[in-house]
């Protein structure tokens, strides 16, 4: 399929010669800080600038000497899947000091370097705009003691700053996602979960304490994977009397049948007078009034530890090479900047900008202004906070509405990951919004016969873990079992429909939007939300499940390619799934660290095999002894796994060997990441209330009548939003015949994977952004584009 020709090219427009980019590590380690220098080191090299290390962070800079390295291409293999930063990174009294900063002016001049990338919090990322902001100053004073020629200030007359915010704590306003986070989330999770295994055995309460400083995004979205009981977060504390509310939510959960309690609290909490609360005070208040048998954990610094998530690999690739971007652009003129992430895409914000909103959360919450402090952070947090609210809290009967509207909920397709949490979220807010929720068992086909039952709010409880689809889903599409669907409908009187599914639940919903002409039955709202490995449906940039694949397939090549280590020098062939969408293989491929990777939107042949060859040959005649090639199942016909397989064997005899790989249903397999629990059950909760909201407005003389094409709609991501599109209007952006949309927004991180492997290639910048501004979070109705 031929893609449309780039606005901008990105090789012939921009060059780095003649430049010197520096790159450092700033504060509290972070995963995935390893890939944004990676990212950094092969972007800068490939637009032909210099580009160094400086080792141990500021304290780095001031020491100079050895600490200030030039890096080369292969100083930075076999780093990606490194946790932590092999650069090192210090905190430095020194550099706040003028006379600090004076030597760190002087030992950067010496290499010529005038553009720094800057990975760090929002301490370390303030202390470069100041560096900048004195930078004439301190070279002025260093041509007055001697240190360098007077003609150095107008050589390196201006010094211009990117940052990238590396931090576990996603404390930083202006991006939704920090490097490090989602790979901490994935360190608490798999914590939560091992413990409810134990806590379920004995009937305990556990209090965990998750860190953050000063902010509770760990805690909050930890609690919203993990469904726990009760979550404490210094942006929102506890209204006063919180601890007799609490230990009541407690009890009533034990007597509805629940064996165990979770409580999360962040290492920052506080109550409404600012006073901190603690795991030790939970835990005495929970033995004391409830006698329960109650342990405290404290996860400490096991949340920084480990390999990076394969979404921290992707942000931190994407981030470094934007930051290489934006420092080849930069003019005297322009203010430092920081790379953001907003909804799936890569912005440029102002530094300070950011930085004095950050700093504006903290005295909200001195001030007590604590709603305030909530909207600061941004919408993805503030969503967050109400969904976890809506979910984990149950309204009394009494005070729920009464709609007298029954709404079915299913899954199509394949399983994939993060569908249990989706179903379960469907099915809270819509009992929390007065409607009788029904699950639907296997799909059309379990609809055609009757295995429809009503849900109720405890039947859902611990689902947000599981992995597959507990409901049970089957591919059958709703057209062959039409009428006997129908007679179904009348039968439970549903009033509305949540598909949860892949490309079949799209196809599904076409089909029942047709059949709106010979069967009433389906004037009636319907939503889907796409869930599936592939990612290939059209409509939205991100699937419920796609996430955890990408992470069982970069576990897994981490580990082959590490059963390569002191061995002589060899290749892995990978085949992934994903139909004829090349999403997983792909972005798998970028955060692996894979040499090429062959898929179906991207037609190859022979020629293009051959010159992979040799490219690896090269490679390997180097110090790079291992490399990864992904290769997509249904890329080719002709060139199939064992062809592939065949060939680098042949063409590579004498310089590297090969093996091949056939990942199979474990990439289906497996518990849902902490990205895939959160973004099925946000997803999932903002559907419902899309329903409820389209259900009044068809409720006409006792009855439910939805015919237009706004009433069936696709939930789904595009770009920096969620927006619902009408499943009529996605046909014209659809391919039916090989299930994948016409048009695919990550292969644009194609040319980006082809760099970091050192292939020249051209690479599309027109989404590259201009300066953007912070903007506040404003209160938005509930319909509309919401920011993840």
């Known amino acids: ?454 849900v109720k709010w405890a039947d859902v409880g611990g689902w947000t873990g599981q992995g597959g689809s507990l409901l049970g889903t089957k591919r059958t599409l709703p057209a062959k079992h039409v009428d006997k669907i129908a007679e179904q409908m009348r039968e439970h009187n549903i009033n509305a429909l949540l598909i949860v599914g892949g490309f079949e639940a799209f196809e599904s919903l076409l089909q029942l939007y047709e059949a709106r002409t010979t069967h009433e039955d389906f004037c009636i709202p319907m939503c889907m939300l796409p869930a599936t490995i592939s990612n290939n449906v059209p409509g939205t940039d991100l699937s419920i499940g796609a996430d955890t694949a990408l992470n069982a397939i970069v576990e897994t090549c981490d580990r082959i390619k590490q059963s390569a280590s002191g061995t002589k020098r060899r290749v892995f062939i990978i085949e992934t799934m994903g139909g004829y969408c090349g999403y997983l293989a792909s972005v798998g491929g970028l955060a692996a660290g894979a040499d090429a990777a062959y898929i179906y939107e991207e037609p190859f042949d022979i020629r293009d095999l051959q010159a992979n060859v040799e490219h690896l040959t090269e490679k390997m005649k180097t110090s790079i002894q291992r490399g990864l090639v992904l290769r997509n199942e249904n890329c080719n016909e002709n060139y199939t796994t064992d062809f592939i397989y065949q060939l680098y064997s042949e063409e590579g005899r004498g310089v590297f060997d090969s093996r091949k790989n056939v990942l199979g249903h474990m990439q289906q397999g497996g518990a849902p990441s902490p990205f895939d629990r959160n973004f099925g059950t946000k997803i999932s909760a903002k559907a419902m209330q899309w329903v409820t909201k389209k259900l009044v407005e068809t409720f006409r003389q006792g009855r439910v009548f939805a015919n237009t094409e706004d009433t069936c709609c696709l939930l789904g991501m595009r770009r920096r939003a969620l927006v619902f599109q009408p499943v009529v209007q996605l046909k014209g952006e659809t391919d039916f015949v090989h299930r994948i949309p016409k048009e695919q927004w990550w292969l644009k991180l194609r040319p980006l994977m082809k760099i970091l492997a050192k292939y020249k290639t051209s690479y599309d910048v027109s989404d590259s952004g201009q300066l953007e501004h912070v903007v506040r979070n404003r209160p938005k109705e509930s319909d509309a584009s919401v920011t993840m």
């Open 1 to 454: 399929m031929a893609q449309p020709q780039s606005k901008k090219i990105f090789f012939e427009n921009l060059s780095g010669a003649g430049k010197a980019i520096a790159v450092l590590t700033s504060g509290g380690d972070a995963q995935g800080m390893n890939a944004a220098v990676r990212a950094v080191v092969r972007m800068g090299l490939y637009v032909g600038a210099k580009v160094y290390f400086i080792h141990e962070g500021y304290q780095g800079m001031v020491d100079g000497g050895e600490n200030i390295e030039e890096a080369s291409w292969e100083s930075v293999s076999s780093m990606l899947q490194v946790g932590g930063t092999v650069i090192g990174s210090a905190r430095c009294k020194e550099f706040r000091s003028h006379e600090g900063r004076l030597k760190a002016a002087h030992n950067l001049v010496q290499q010529g370097i005038t553009n720094l990338c800057v990975i760090g919090g929002d301490g370390s990322l303030t202390g470069a705009n100041l560096f900048r902001e004195e930078w004439n100053g301190l070279l002025t004073e260093l041509v007055e003691q001697g240190s360098i020629e007077a003609d150095a200030v107008q050589k390196y007359s201006a010094l211009h700053i990117v940052g990238m915010v590396g931090s576990i704590d996603n404390d930083f306003c202006g991006t939704d996602m920090t490097i490090g986070t989602d790979s901490a989330l994935h360190r608490i999770i798999e914590v939560v979960d091992a413990i409810m295994t134990t806590a379920q055995s004995h009937q305990r309460t556990f209090v965990l304490e998750v860190m953050g400083r000063h902010c509770g995004y760990l805690a909050l979205v930890s609690a919203l994977a993990c469904g726990a009981d009760w979550v404490l977060i210094p942006e929102m504390p506890p209204e006063d009397g919180w601890e007799d509310t609490m230990c009541e939510k407690l009890s009533a959960n034990r007597a509805g049948m629940k064996r165990l309690n979770i409580i999360i609290v962040a290492e920052g909490a506080i109550d409404r007078s600012n006073r901190p609360i603690t795991t030790d005070n939970i835990k005495d208040l929970v033995v004391k009034c409830l006698g329960f048998d109650t342990r405290v954990t404290i996860l400490g610094h096991v949340q920084r530890g480990g390999t990076p998530s394969a979404f921290d690999r992707i942000l931190a690739s994407r981030m470094g090479v934007e930051a290489v971007l934006a420092l080849l652009e930069t003019t005297a003129n322009t203010p430092a900047c920081v790379v953001s992430l907003c909804g799936n895409q890569s912005v440029r914000l102002p530094l300070m900008e950011c930085v004095q909103m950050t700093q504006e959360v903290q005295r909200a919450m001195d001030g007590k202004r604590f709603e305030e402090a909530v909207k600061l952070r941004g919408r993805s947090f503030e969503n967050n906070l109400k969904t976890y609210k809506l979910l984990a809290h149950r309204k009394p009967e009494s005070e729920l509405p009464v709609s007298n509207f029954n709404v079915a909920v299913l899954n199509v397709g394949a399983p994939s990951a993060g569908m249990n949490a989706a179903v379960r979220s469907a099915v809270r807010v819509g009992i929390s919004e007065g409607h009788k929720m029904f699950a639907v068992s296997d799909g059309f086909e379990g609809f055609s016969k009757g295995q429809i039952k009503e």
